[in-house]
């Protein structure tokens, strides 16, 4: 089956929407499937391109946001466009945007089968602008996808339930299909605490709507606060102020050791959850979330936001692992709890290991060659 990958850029560095669709093609061409990729450029010196390789394109005036994001717009050409949709069997969609609606355009006109995946809410997009939580364009937007988009695709993998809800709830009729994006397997290896301080570790971009905020926030709560390491794991357009937050809890000596900044590749965030105590996820904007989720492959027990627009919180175990969105004091009770608790914390390594397998590529990437055929067929 030729499968053809559209999105606007394919090798963006610290976009958890590019990193998801570079392992899902490498798993799909692991399993012997034909994948290529319509894309804007790879922008590293000597690194691989797209089969099919678009010019970027930049945006006036807003051009600095979207780079603080880590993201590319790919530019339209029809040509190159309507040469990757005739060779493929079944294309697929990876974002709602302009280059999608073109080559959805050009399917359906060569009569080709369109899949997609929901990879954010529209607000991940206004949080970058100020507007996070005004309710009209969030809405105006989600229904601009649904109409420009999603109800034009046969199939939609929504990689959470909590994800498929709020489509269903705003209309969306496309095949809603409950599909991780998959974790790439990883042997849990755990490094000795050794009398060092509780490491608790919060990965993500820095931004509005992944709320770093709050952990901060939750260390005047807590009675381990004196005892606790924090390490930010990511890069974005919020790092300076969360860095000043940082600095003013150690003026104030509410934290002993100063909070450790680091933008880390896959293998280094894998290490870095190897050590880690808790692993603190207080996004109020989340699809899937797999940062955390390879997290829990690494035994480190999490603490997860629960919210209506985050579908993280359902690989909580139990609600010792969840407290509502925003909330300081009640993440900073669970984190003592946990804290003064270490058998039981230990316990749950296991628990979290273990069932972060369900979730494993290998599996997803199963449905995903289910639902590529049913397209077809």
Request: hydrophobic share 40%; glycine share 6%.
């Amino acid at each position: 089956m030729k499968i053809l990958f559209v999105l606007n850029n394919f090798y963006s560095s610290g976009n958890g929407l590019a990193a998801s669709a570079r392992r899902t093609v490498a798993a799909l061409r692991e399993a012997g499937e034909e994948v290529r990729v319509l894309s804007g450029p790879n922008h590293a010196p000597d690194g691989p391109q797209p089969e099919y390789a678009l010019k970027d394109f930049y945006f006036p005036l807003f051009q600095p946001i979207i780079n603080a994001q880590g993201y590319h717009f790919a530019s339209t050409d029809t040509r190159i466009v309507e040469e990757a949709v005739r060779w493929a069997d079944v294309v697929h969609m990876e974002e709602p945007f302009v280059l999608e609606i073109r080559t959805s355009k050009i399917a359906r006109r060569l009569g080709k089968p369109i899949t997609g995946t929901y990879h954010l809410h529209p607000e991940n997009i206004f949080f970058s602008l100020g507007m996070g939580s005004w309710r009209f364009p969030n809405q105006l937007l989600l229904k601009i996808w649904r109409d420009c988009c999603f109800n034009k695709w046969k199939y939609v993998q929504c990689p959470t339930q909590n994800v498929k809800d709020r489509l269903v709830a705003a209309g969306y009729t496309a095949d809603l299909r409950v599909i991780s994006n998959g974790l790439v397997p990883d042997a849990c290896v755990r490094v000795p605490h050794e009398n060092r301080p509780f490491v608790l570790i919060c990965i993500g971009r820095f931004s509005g709507e992944k709320d770093p905020y709050t952990l901060l926030e939750a260390m005047k709560y807590s009675a381990h606060a004196r005892n606790i390491q924090l390490v930010f794991a990511g890069q974005g357009p919020q790092e300076k102020k969360i860095r000043r937050m940082a600095q003013q809890l150690c003026a104030e000596g509410v934290l002993q050791y100063e909070p450790v900044f680091d933008f880390l590749d896959r293998d280094g965030l894998r290490k870095l959850a190897a050590k880690a105590d808790l692993a603190i996820h207080c996004a109020t904007v989340e699809v899937e979330g797999l940062s955390i989720m390879e997290a829990m492959q690494q035994g480190a027990v999490p603490i997860i936001a629960q919210g209506p627009i985050t579908g993280t919180y359902q690989f909580a175990l139990d609600d010792r692992s969840r407290f509502g969105q925003k909330n300081a004091l009640e993440l900073a009770r669970k984190i003592d709890w946990w804290l003064d608790h270490p058998a039981n914390l230990d316990a749950m390594r296991g628990a979290y290991v273990e069932e972060m397998k369900k979730y494993s590529i290998e599996l997803s990437v199963r449905e995903l060659m289910k639902m590529f055929r049913e397209a077809v067929s």
